[in-house]
């Protein structure tokens, strides 16, 4: 039950949850503030990263210099160089005034660079460069300028995967990936679940002034057995849903979206169905052993997580199947 009487208290960069997988991250997070080492946080779409990048940064010495995030996914490709590091008036057609770039505005403060794969290789080239050097220049200056930043980085991409493919520079991918930070999946640490809920709902319903609804035991359990495609923000647009249509009333089972309601009786979200014919268990134990640590490019901590095992359950089952 969600008491909407009790003040609530958000603050901006609040991290909610206590979940083992979310404290290990939010432990290393801190950690990693205190010193001015470069992080590349990757997760999930909606799992959380920019809220982690902001946190690092208020719980940095540089909190009280600007944080300036660049949205990687939407810098047009001509545009990067400029937009990154300034121009000089006239040094292009469209140049008609000095301007500086995100780099410079970023000076003893923070970098965020998120949805950092989505940068074209030429970029990648040029923000390395910068990366390992602090210098740059304007486009059309010959003036090498010195900048002071601290560089977060985040990606929703396997990394990994794009350097086999060739999209993306593995030098620049160890130049950023000093300090990993994995940011779990909501279905992953789903004890994070309830209490999120009580925090979406109450700031939604201060923010639109409506009486908080209150949740069923029954609908809390359907929340729990879904599997989060879209993460923390599915959870906090289902709120905002739910406090809107239903302020002041309990929201039952029925009231949740069909693929909520599908998901808990097991229909079109059955993780596998048995074939007519039954399978070998064994064989396919295996299969998704072998899966997972493709798909990991063969960290053995990230495959276990995706098979829900403890790393040392996951080299048992290696050695027992001969897998190492
Ligand atoms: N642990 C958390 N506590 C409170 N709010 C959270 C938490 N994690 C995520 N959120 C909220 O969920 C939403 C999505 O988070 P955020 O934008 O940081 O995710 P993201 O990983 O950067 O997503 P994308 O990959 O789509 O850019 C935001 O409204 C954010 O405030
Ligand atoms: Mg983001």
Same mark, same amino acid.
């Given at each position: 039950m969600i008491d909407s009487k009790q003040p609530y208290n958000e603050h901006p960069s609040q991290l909610i949850g206590d979940s083992p997988e979310l404290t290990?991250?939010?432990?290393?997070?801190?950690? $990693?503030a205190s010193s001015d080492v !470069?992080?590349?946080?990757?997760? #999930?779409?909606?799992?959380?990263?920019e809220l982690f990048a902001r946190a690092i940064h208020n719980d940095s010495q540089r909190k009280k210099q600007p944080m300036v995030t660049v949205n990687c996914a939407v810098i047009? #490709?001509?545009?990067a160089e400029s937009m990154l590091f300034g121009h000089l008036k006239g040094s292009f057609t469209s140049a008609i005034a000095d301007q500086q770039g995100y780099v410079q505005s970023a000076d003893k403060g923070t970098l965020f660079l998120d949805e950092v794969g989505e940068l074209s290789l030429p970029v990648q080239a040029k923000l390395l460069r910068f990366l390992e050097s602090s210098e740059c220049e304007k486009i059309g200056s010959t003036v090498t300028e010195k900048v002071d930043v601290r560089v977060i980085a985040a990606t929703n991409r396997n990394l990994r995967e794009e350097?086999?493919?060739?999209?993306?520079? #593995?030098?620049l991918f160890y130049r950023l990936h000093v300090v990993p930070l994995e940011i779990p999946p909501l279905r992953e640490r789903i004890s994070d679940l309830k209490a999120l809920l009580e925090h979406f709902t109450h700031t939604l319903a201060q923010q639109y002034q409506v009486v908080a609804p209150n949740y069923s035991k029954a609908a809390i359990k359907a929340l729990k057995e879904y599997h989060w495609p879209g993460n923390v923000r599915e959870l906090r647009n289902l709120c905002e849903r739910m406090t809107i249509l239903l302020a002041g009333q309990t929201v039952d089972v029925d009231n949740l979206p069909v693929e909520i309601k599908t998901a808990r009786?097991?229909?079109?979200? !059955?993780?596998?169905s048995l074939p007519e014919n039954g399978l070998s268990l064994e064989?396919? #134990?295996i299969e998704l052993i072998q899966q997972a640590l493709e798909k990991t490019s063969g960290n053995r901590t990230r495959a276990?997580?995706? &098979?829900?095992? !403890?790393?040392? $359950? &996951?080299?048992y089952r290696l050695k027992k199947?001969?897998? !190492?």
């Open positions: 290990r991250v939010v432990w290393a997070s801190r950690i $990693t !470069t992080v590349l946080i990757q997760g #999930e779409s909606g799992s959380g990263k047009p #490709e001509n545009l350097i086999k493919k060739g999209s993306f520079r #593995e030098d009786q097991g229909g079109k979200n !059955t993780l596998v064989k396919l #134990e276990a997580r995706l &098979l829900g095992l !403890t790393r040392d $359950t &996951l080299l199947y001969s897998l !190492t």
